[in-house]
């Protein structure tokens, strides 16, 4: 079957610091890969989509400044979250999908937890 | 924009007895996919129904919602719930102009014993 791992699952970062967390697409080719944020209370918010061979687009008031992201293969992606403060404080979502169409599935890896202190 | 509206942000209900979560949308696109997702505790959302075609029922572990374009809703319902039931629900949207996914602000169901 398809699945999604993403690592690491839970993560402490200092204040001003960077984490990186990965996303690995196993069972499918992960064409376009997508990375949520779920804030405390909130719902989630689309960071970026990252389809391979083409640009990646970010959402508003996510920047690739603050969140460069990779994507080079069709079974790997990650994202950089830069200068960590608290506001950047939720759990990560890595959703793949493997072609187009409204009704093809997006399969969500478990999650990286970020906590910032 | 495309969006997904949830009015409930919290139901509680007592094992046994049925229950629905409200799911209405907006949407300037016509070939659009709607998803169900659950999401437990400390774990990542989990697909649970999906659909696309308009007054077809669609079934998935004892839940089902049939999606509705004359009234832009997507319920889901459960005749009879389980404490197991318990999580947190998300309503969402797709269209084929882009694959994001529209999330609503999700309901937390609470079974009560």
């Known amino acids: 079957g398809a699945l999604v791992y993403q690592y690491p699952r839970r993560t402490i970062c200092k204040s001003g610091t960077s984490m990186r967390m990965e996303c690995q697409a196993v069972g499918f080719q992960a064409t376009s890969v997508a990375w949520y944020r779920q804030s405390p209370q909130k719902t989630f918010e689309l960071i970026a989509l990252s389809t391979v061979n083409s640009a990646i687009k970010y959402e508003q008031n996510f920047t690739q400044e603050k969140f460069p992201i990779s994507h080079p293969n069709l079974s790997f992606s990650s994202m950089t979250v830069l200068n960590a403060y608290l506001e950047d404080r939720g759990l990560y979502l890595c959703?793949?999908?493997?072609?187009?169409?409204?009704?093809?599935?997006?399969?969500f890896g478990k999650g990286t937890r970020l906590t910032v202190v | 924009g495309d969006s997904v509206t949830q009015t409930e942000g919290l139901v509680t209900v007592t094992e046994g007895l049925p229950v629905m979560l409200n799911c209405t949308y907006q949407t300037a696109y016509s070939d659009v996919a709607f998803f169900w997702y659950v999401q437990y505790l400390n774990e990542a959302p989990k697909l649970l129904l999906r659909?696309?075609?308009?007054?077809k029922r669609t079934e998935h572990q004892g839940f089902h919602a049939t999606l509705h374009k004359s009234s832009s809703s997507f319920h889901l319902q459960k005749s009879s719930v389980q404490l197991s039931d318990s999580a947190l629900y998300y309503c969402?949207?797709?269209?084929?102009?882009?694959?994001?996914?529209?999330f609503g602000s999700g309901t937390q169901l609470t079974v009560m014993p």
């Open positions: 959703g793949a999908r493997d072609r187009q169409g409204a009704g093809t599935e997006v399969f």
């Open positions: 659909s696309s075609t308009d007054n």
């Open positions: 969402a949207l797709r269209s084929s102009g882009s694959w994001q996914l529209i």
